[in-house]
């Protein structure tokens, strides 16, 4: 499969090879609960898989880039009820608040309002590995004939990089010192802060990811290491 990058931003041509992925998708029609509740009952399941998401795709209208995508997705990474609601609000087209109040929710089920601190590194995990992982890893896939492929590798190797070293860095910043944090402090903590609100915005993310990198690869190194 070749691709065609209609440059009209200032997006680098990884993340416009990302995006037009993603706009192929039709995710972006639904909002994070209408997507999650249409997916219902493959997202009650502990582990959903594409045999139960085939059932309910028919009365969606899903392009089938949507469906390879899914296909691809939960036939190569395991994929728990959380991460997948989790993969479905992130790629929905609601706003970055609606997307971090359901996300609290998916994570918090369990806690009354409330998000413990492993709670909180198994969400900061997952959307690290939806975001810098599993997404681009697809758009590598699909995409070997395409004139940037090896820079596009490379870009996803350096993305593979960071999932712990985030996850240390956005947990710390989340709770500053505490157990648990409670759902509206978790809500304005992570809108109010610029690194937070990344995790709800995957290209923001892997720029910052790839910027970090280019200033900072010894320091990275020795948080690889520790």
């Not at 918090?108 to 998000?115: F, I, R």
């Not at 505490?178 to 509206?184: A, D, N, V």
Request: aromatic residues 12%.
């Amino acid at each position: 499969m070749g691709c065609t990058l209609n440059r009209k931003s200032d997006q680098t041509p990884e993340e416009l090879l990302i995006s037009q992925t993603i706009s192929s998708f039709s995710f972006g029609i639904y909002s994070s609960i209408n997507l999650v509740n249409n997916f219902y009952p493959a997202v009650v399941f502990h582990q959903v898989s594409f045999k139960v998401i085939k059932k309910v795709i028919p009365s969606l209208k899903f392009t089938e880039s949507s469906k390879d995508f899914l296909k691809d997705l939960t036939q190569k990474h395991p994929c728990s009820s959380k991460k997948f609601k989790t993969l479905l609000a992130l790629l929905s087209n609601s706003t970055a608040l609606d997307k971090v109040l359901y996300i609290f929710d998916i994570f918090a089920e369990d806690s009354l309002e409330t998000l413990l601190v492993w709670e909180a590194e198994l969400m900061i995990s997952q959307i690290l590995q939806i975001t810098l992982q599993y997404i681009p890893e697809y758009v590598l896939k699909i995409n070997k004939n395409c004139l940037i492929y090896e820079d596009f590798k490379n870009y996803c190797i350096k993305l593979s990089l960071f999932n712990n070293f985030l996850l240390k860095i956005f947990t710390k910043k989340l709770f500053q010192g505490k157990k648990e944090i409670g759902k509206q402090e978790f809500v304005y903590r992570v809108i109010s802060s610029k690194k937070l609100v990344m995790l709800v915005n995957g290209e923001n993310l892997r720029t910052y990811c790839i910027d970090f990198f280019i200033e900072n690869l010894i320091v990275l190194k020795d948080e690889l290491v520790t």
